[in-house]
């Protein structure tokens, strides 16, 4: 179902996709909360015209109570923030061998936002969840056609995961209503899984009394080692460090020069399996590693700050930064190692080529 | 100096370009103001971080009062508001054969905002320009390597376009402070030009004896059509019409659908050298126009709405979009009558291939 290439070129649909859905400028792991119109996209369809003063979120399906609620309902409810990393399933694709056609993300597919809402879990529990029900289905208003199949973006999770107390139905982004292409009036919010489960433009909440097997669910989003492979659906956010590239870039490469001598590296670091532990620094490629010094994170479900001190001596360098969590899962030296039939979850190492010039 | 190619297929330096550089997302044509993130982006270097307690724009070179003002002091001077579109003088880029390597635009690289600031001419009277005063330079913090130089960014208008009243130094986008990646704390806004003269984290405004020879003024930016034409700065934006794709897309293509009926087809229209005073409509490739109807634009140099009912029959349509200005300029059918060196200025109709399913 997913096309692939061996080009190292990339074709018109693929730049297409890049100039709808740009990247975080990594220049932007300098701020906690990344300002809007930094922080990453990824938008299937198009971006719905919602009118909120006839918006209504319905919840429906195995419930005792469906209820439709108003966005001033949403808002008069318990009124919770939190500040979430981000990042697309698909971060890191671009740079598989053979590739799979789709957004041609480098590593910029992140951000990390401070969301404000109501949590969900009260909700469900108000609608009442029948013991028939499995999953809980979010329905989006975005409707287009992938894989072949004309759907609505729809995305489900089991009960249990739809129950926990951080998931939240967001209203704002960054103390703002939610811009147009972040979801407004209102999208999902889980905090640890990749950003399709964080359903935009939620129009429904319906609980299933079996599995959900929509395109989104099934045929998109699973991590198949090969064709053959039935694969696992994605869900939490793999370990990921980034530097912001030190000194100045070249405009069409993008390659880095700086001065020599101590060059002060920061960057992020965060994963969906728990806090970060450490975060290493390479010069060489990778050949040798050194710890670095790591922040707080400011919630926990944002991104842990770190830093190094580099010295630069003339030449040629590739540096590298590699984050591990505490559940011990860390970062492959080489994006092959992580190749998968979609490109999901291919979070090798970061590598920034620089020039270190007198 | 630029390079270019014939390839169908773009490199990872373009794609890259892509991702950090976004266009505006065609529906986001609806709104009269484009909200911040859907707005098109052009960052030739990285996102310079500035404090804006230390900041100060200092007015120097031939003036008889060099000037610093902190932005307190710009905040206190006269407030004016415009709103103003926005468009890359790449735009159409992508679709010249061949080809030259710079951000691959297709056509989104547009929006209109809301740019709250002082106009420039008041405090270039204060300064005082000297009578060997023949152009103005205006300096961002933005610093990179182009065409095999390293240099600021930095863009000059001759002194009597700079003394122009509809000039602003810039510090609220959409009525809040710029963003860093729009050029906070400061920006020129220069509201007919192409958006490259618009300079970003602007840092120093001078007044020159002699035009200036940077990079971004006399390698790029040039209008040459061969190799050997020393070329014309750019600098007035062409007229052009853009439609919102009707229907919806695929994931992929972005190829359009639409059930047969009446479809309400809406759009801006703009140009540097005047108001817009017709916008025509095709469904068959250009074969056949129809006038549309126009609204008014929201300031003069906003866009101007256009909007036109498509009764539209099962079948294969290449929808258009054709605007002509008051000074009677227009735009090509093809996207090649308007080849040149750098890939600027490139203006053909916009063509929406869409299926009209039952």
Known sequence: MIERTEAQQFSREEVGLALRNHGMHLEGLRYPTTPIGMHYLLIHFDIPAIDESSYALEIKGCVRNRMKLSLEDLKQREKVSRTVVMECAGNGRSKLSPRPISAPWGEEAVGCARWTGTPLAP????????????????????????????????????????????????????????????????????????????????????????????????????????????????????????????????????????????????????????????????????????????????????????????????????LCARATDESGRTQPLQTDESWNVGGYCVNAVQRVPVSVRP
């Open 123 to 318: 909700i469900l529990e108000e609608a009442g969840l029948l013991d028939e029900a499995v999953e809980i289905l979010f329905s989006g208003s975005d409707r287009g056609i992938d894989a072949g199949v004309e759907h609505t973006f729809e995305r489900s999770l089991p009960v249990q995961e739809a129950l926990r107390e951080d998931l939240l139905l967001a209203y704002e982004m960054n103390g703002q209503p939610l811009p147009p292409q972040h979801g407004y009036p209102l999208r999902l919010i889980v905090p640890d899984y990749y950003g399709v489960a964080s359903v935009k433009w939620l129009e429904s909440i319906t609980a299933l009394n079996e599995p959900f097997d929509g395109i989104q669910q099934v045929v998109k989003y699973l991590y198949q080692e090969s064709e053959e492979d039935p694969g696992v659906p994605i869900t939490r956010k793999l370990p990921r460090a980034l530097m912001v590239p030190p000194g100045i870039p070249e405009y069409l490469t993008r390659r880095r020069y700086v001065s020599p001598g101590r060059i002060p590296i920061e960057g992020r670091a965060w994963s969906g399996y728990g806090r970060i532990e450490r975060v290493e620094f390479s010069f060489d490629g990778g050949n040798s590693w050194e710890d670095t010094r790591l922040g707080e994170p400011e919630d926990p479900d944002a991104w842990t700050p770190w830093s190094y001190e580099w010295v630069a001596e003339p030449g040629e360098y590739e």
